[in-house]
């Protein structure tokens, strides 16, 4: 959409053949993409699933540092995005500089699943899913440590151990995790499902008196 890849956002010295995990926020909805390039003025991200319409864009880094941006260009798996106003590349760049530690990118979701532990079999919500694990609620005490099983229906069995736990919410580190890639695939079909969801909700909501 709009100029052509490679057109835009050349105004500004920058860092190419970049390989930064990040995610793309929109609306609230929260894809995960790579940074392959960046400037003071922008980023070229590769996608993993086209974006949809949204009022707001950011990115965010694994250090949590959130920057907004305007998409600029959208074209086969990639796009071009630039910033409202120039940035510190540098510092975007430098893991050790940001928000946080350098950290798992987590992507907050709406999922559902059915724990298994210790003979029993009950309903969790997920908060946050990351290639390598999860913070859900459950009603059930969980102990640390403790070796569960997850069904979804939309990944394969997720087998894993309570790394902390703040009762209802319990953080799980995978035995198994996900690959980059296999995790923006399952991911993304639920974020777009939901930003309908939440479409059609506000699109059934009564009008207000200003809207007669």
């Known amino acids: 959409m709009g100029a052509p890849p490679g057109t835009e956002l050349r105004s500004a010295p920058r860092y190419a053949l970049l ?28 996608l993993f699933s086209d974006l949809p319409k ?76 990351s290639q390598q694990g999860a913070c859900v609620e459950s009603d059930k005490w969980l102990l640390m440590n403790e070796l569960v099983r997850i069904d979804t229906g939309v990944t394969p069995p997720l087998y894993a151990k309570v790394r902390w736990r703040s009762h209802p919410r319990y953080g799980l580190i995978f035995e198994h995790t996900f690959r980059l890639e296999e995790l923006a695939r399952i991911s993304a079909p639920l974020q777009f499902a939901q930003a309908l969801e939440s479409h059609a909700r506000a699109s059934d909501s009564p009008p207000s008196a200003s809207e007669g």
């Open 19 to 46: 390989i930064r995990t990040a995610k793309i926020i929109a609306d609230g909805r929260e894809f995960l993409c790579i940074i392959r390039d960046a400037s003071a003025t922008g980023l070229k991200i590769r």
């Open 54 to 129: 949204a009022r707001e864009l950011a990115v965010e880094l694994m250090t949590g540092d959130r920057y907004p941006v305007e998409l600029i260009w959208q074209a086969d798996d990639y796009a071009g995005v630039r910033f409202p106003k120039e940035i510190d590349v540098e510092k975007l760049l430098d893991e050790s500089r940001g928000t946080y530690p350098k950290r798992q990118i987590r992507l907050q979701i709406v999922l559902s699943g059915v724990l298994h532990s210790g003979g029993e079999a009950v309903s969790v919500v997920f908060r946050n899913l």
